[in-house]
């Protein structure tokens, strides 16, 4: 009886977490994909704690893992900026694909007590789903690391790579397959940890080689991993909701890393090998198109005040700096009393704007912005030409024309907004500093570019007060 009770509980948490990942996929829904999420998680968990063979001094245990992994995760999350976000995503990655190397560990040493066989005699289907489970978790564990110390600038971010680095990752992953083979059939301790010790490090060289631009692609792409190290888990344990979860994750996240492979314009292949948008011994952070250029022109909150109110047209690109200064609200402000004045206010979304996907979109609704307002980078570019003012607050790398134009950089090749079609181009930041990527932007350098030099919020206060003033 517990058995079936659990097991439909089981089904009922697999659907509300599809159920979840379904509101998630639009601003409008995504509060309630998130419940769905959370009540389908806690459904799993009592049904997990009430599944039949779950003795007393178990479910003891299961309560306090649970207590110290849940009470460290809320005071994580409760404090972390909503900036860092990425890279406390890559921070949870890591720990799903530790468990993996955790759980295969525990099931080769203690077979009897995951009903898998006896020591030296598993059975053979298991020491297939655990050497999977082992090597896709260790994989996603160090590579996670790195991409955690990338995005926390704890490391650079610039790509590190050597000659023939593509064809090295190609040969341990073959060598990989080899070992995972020979453990099958041999059941050896050794190889288990050789197994661990390859994937760790593949783990590492896929990931060193990918240069800032590039790093949403990586999140995206770990997440699929951490998706398929555990449903390996779930495989390993026999725990059928953990295969469906882990699948559910790693479709999603693979889904997820195609759609960002094409924003990106990047192959998927070499998103894979590691090391994409670069050359070994070629293109590294830095350097964009420099030379001999016109000064820059800065203007005051006043001066743009006065061009907006003029404009027919304003298209706003947010990015990064928006974030940073938590400026949306008083941009839709802005936006407001422009449409107010007449003008057709837009909001462009580049897909890797800001630190995470979907980062200007979640900040532009937290600010209710209508939805109808806010367009994706296909749609909005051919309007360019039309608008008056491209008011580009925060954000750099997803307008800087080197991606179009200039072969050795990290970011040639990235689709961008062509903010420089507008008349007039405002850009918001604080200095002449480069983005992500840390390329150049020549647009600051244009005729038609005025730069607009203070914290994001702090300008657009100042031009909601000049608007309002006069
Ligand atoms: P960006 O290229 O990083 O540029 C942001 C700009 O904001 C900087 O040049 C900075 O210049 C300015 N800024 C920072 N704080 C500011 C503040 N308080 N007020 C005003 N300006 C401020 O940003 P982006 O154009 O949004 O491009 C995103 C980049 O991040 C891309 O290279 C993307 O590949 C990468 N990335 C994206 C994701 C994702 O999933 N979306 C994840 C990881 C990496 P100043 O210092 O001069 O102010």
């Known amino acids: 009886m517990a058995a079936t009770l659990s097991t439909f509980a089981y089904l009922v948490a697999a659907v509300l977490f599809i159920l979840a990942l379904r509101g998630l996929s639009h601003p409008t829904t995504s509060r309630q994909g998130n419940l769905f999420g959370m009540v389908g998680m806690g459904i799993a968990i009592v049904a997990t704690l009430l599944r039949p063979g779950m003795g007393g001094g178990g479910i003891g ?44 560990a525990a099931a080769f040493y203690a077979p009897e007590s995951f009903g898998i066989g006896h020591a030296g005699e598993i059975h053979g289907g298991s020491l ?67 197994i661990a010790i390859l994937a760790f490090a593949l783990g590492f060289l896929l990931i060193i080689p990918i240069g800032g631009a590039d790093m949403p692609v990586v999140v995206s792409m770990l997440n699929s991993y951490s998706g398929w190290a555990a449903a390996g888990i779930g495989f390993t344990l026999s725990n059928l909701l953990l295969i469906v979860t882990g699948a559910l994750v790693g479709a999603s996240g693979a889904i997820l890393s195609y759609i960002m492979c094409k924003g990106m314009n990047r192959s998927i292949i070499n998103v894979l090998l590691g090391g994409f948008g670069t050359d070994a011994g070629g293109a590294a952070a830095g350097g964009g198109a420099t ?19 003029n404009a027919q047209k304003i298209i706003v690109v947010p990015g990064y700096g928006m974030a940073v200064a938590q400026a949306q609200q008083v941009l839709r402000e802005m936006g407001d009393l422009l449409k107010k004045e007449g003008a057709q206010v837009e909001y462009a979304i580049h897909p890797v704007a800001g630190r995470m996907p979907g980062h200007m979109n979640v ?54 907004l062509d903010v420089e079609r507008a008349k007039t181009v405002f850009f918001i930041k604080r200095g002449m500093a480069s983005g992500y990527a840390g390329v150049d932007n020549e647009l600051f350098f244009r005729p038609n570019t005025m730069m607009l030099f203070g914290d994001a919020k702090k300008v657009t206060q100042e031009i909601v007060q000049a608007l309002q003033r006069d």
Do not use: C
């Open 291 to 309: 030379g001999d250029r016109a000064p820059v022109k800065a203007g005051s909150p006043e001066d743009a005040a006065y061009i907006m109110r």
């Open 363 to 416: 900040l532009l609704a937290e600010a209710n912005v209508p939805y109808e307002d806010v367009k994706e980078l296909e749609e909005i570019n051919p309007e360019f030409a039309d608008a008056d003012v491209a008011f580009v607050i925060g954000a750099n790398d997803v307008t800087n024309p080197a991606a179009k134009t200039d072969k050795s950089s990290p970011i040639y090749g990235m689709p961008i």
């Open 128 to 194: 297939v789903e655990m050497s999977l489970g082992l090597a896709i978790g260790a994989i996603t564990f160090s590579g996670s690391v790195i991409a955690f110390a990338k995005l926390q600038a704890l490391m650079s971010g610039a790509p590190i790579t050597f000659k023939g680095q593509h064809w090295l990752n190609l040969g341990l992953g073959i060598l990989l397959v080899v070992l995972i083979i020979g453990f099958v059939a041999s059941g050896s301790a050794a190889l288990f940890w050789l």
């Open 61 to 104: 245990l299961i309560i306090l893992a649970l207590a110290i992994g849940g009470g460290a995760g809320a005071y994580i999350a409760s404090r972390i900026q909503m900036t860092a976000l990425p890279q406390l995503v890559a921070a949870f990655h890591s720990l799903v694909g530790l468990s993996a190397v955790f759980v295969a």
